[in-house]
C-alpha cells in the first residue's frame, strides 16, 4: 500500500523481509530530499523571521543526513563483490 505524503507525493510500501538493504537506504534517501524539499518551500513562503529560520535549519539537517546516506550508498556500490 502507497501513502501520500503532505507535498503530494507516494511514499512506496515498506521493503519485504530480505530485500537489499539499498532498497532502504534509497528510500530513506528520497524521504529526507523530498522533507528538505518541503522545508525549504514553507521557510520560503513564511512571513516570519524566526519560522523561516528554523524551517531552514531543519532543511539543513535533513540534507545533512540525505549527504550521509548517499555517501554510504556511494561506498557501498565501490565494494568488491
Known amino acids: 500500500m502507497h501513502t501520500t505524503d503532505s507535498d503530494g507525493t ?6 519485504l523481509e530480505g530485500s537489499p538493504p539499498d532498497l532502504a537506504q534509497l528510500r530513506r534517501l528520497a524521504r529526507y530530499q523530498r522533507t528538505t524539499a ?3 518551500r514553507r521557510a520560503d513562503r513564511s512571513a516570519s523571521a524566526p519560522l523561516a529560520a ?4 531543519r532543511a539543513a ?5 540525505a549527504d550521509r ?3 554510504r550508498l556511494a561506498a557501498h556500490l ?3 563483490v
Open 10 to 15: 507516494t511514499t512506496p510500501p515498506a521493503p
Open 38 to 40: 518541503v522545508l525549504e
Open 54 to 57: 528554523v524551517l531552514r535549519e
Open 61 to 65: 539537517a535533513r540534507r545533512h543526513l
Open 69 to 71: 546516506v548517499r555517501a
Open 78 to 80: 565501490h565494494e568488491p
